[in-house]
């Protein structure tokens, strides 16, 4: 079964500095992976993908996230946050099998200090 | 183009009532998935649909709750006899494809008094 685990519940930056969101996946088979934002009583928006070809992904927002398949690895980054990145992140997983059902990890919560 | 259309985005009922929750697609997306987020249990699939299919279902409580996605219209997930644990807000997504990544709409909070 698929499953995701993003580390850390809450995660807080200075404006300005690096942000990194981890998450690690488990798939028995070649994953689709996906982050989501979401920001407080809305719905989700789409980052980035990943389902083939380049390993590196860029994404909205300046966002972009590494598929690194030996470390079952999906990390999110930014190099420069901004205060408007203060949202939940969401990590999720699919695969052909699952017909496109997403798997999502707990979410991490950003906050961005002024 | 419009986005993923929920209504509506916030519904109170009382306990014993029926709960529907509807959800139009991007248009030329024929996928719609159902998820439910709980507080501090995070974003569980529950249905997943094609025009008048239901393709996976894994998700759904096996009493009260159906899914239908009919030929014309809307989709509709249904909660029969609500109860205070029904609370949470759900969301819809759509998609073109099964891979390609899906599109969500604001959701619905359900609150069960």
């Known amino acids: 079964a698929q499953s995701v685990t993003q580390l850390g519940s809450h995660v807080s930056v200075s404006e300005g500095a690096l942000v990194l969101l981890r998450c690690n996946y488990s798939?028995?088979?070649?994953?689709?992976l996906f982050w989501y934002v979401q920001y407080p009583n809305q719905g989700l928006q789409l980052l980035l993908k990943y389902t083939t070809g380049a390993t590196l992904v860029k994404g909205i927002n300046g966002f972009e996230a590494e598929f690194k398949k030996s470390e079952t690895s999906f990390h999110l980054t930014k190099p420069s946050a901004h205060m408007s990145d203060a949202a939940e992140y969401f990590c999720a997983v699919s695969d052909d099998n699952q017909g496109g059902k997403l798997i999502f990890g707990q979410g991490t919560e950003l906050s961005v200090k002024p | 183009n419009a986005g993923v259309m929920q209504n509506p985005r916030h519904l109170v009922r009382r306990r014993g009532q029926e709960a529907r929750l509807r959800c139009s697609p991007m248009k030329g997306h024929s996928h719609v998935y159902w998820y439910r987020q709980l507080p501090e249990e995070g974003l569980k699939f529950m249905v997943y649909l094609q025009k008048e299919n239901i393709i996976d279902e894994s998700g759904m409580p096996k009493e009260r709750f159906s899914a239908e996605f009919p030929k014309e219209g809307p989709s509709i997930l249904r909660i029969q006899q609500v109860v205070r644990g029904d609370s949470a807000a759900y969301f819809c997504?759509?998609?073109?494809?099964?891979?390609?990544?899906?599109?969500f709409g604001p959701g619905t909070r359900l609150t069960v008094t």
């Open positions: 798939s028995s088979v070649p994953p689709y």
């Open positions: 997504a759509s998609s073109p494809g099964p891979t390609v990544g899906q599109y």
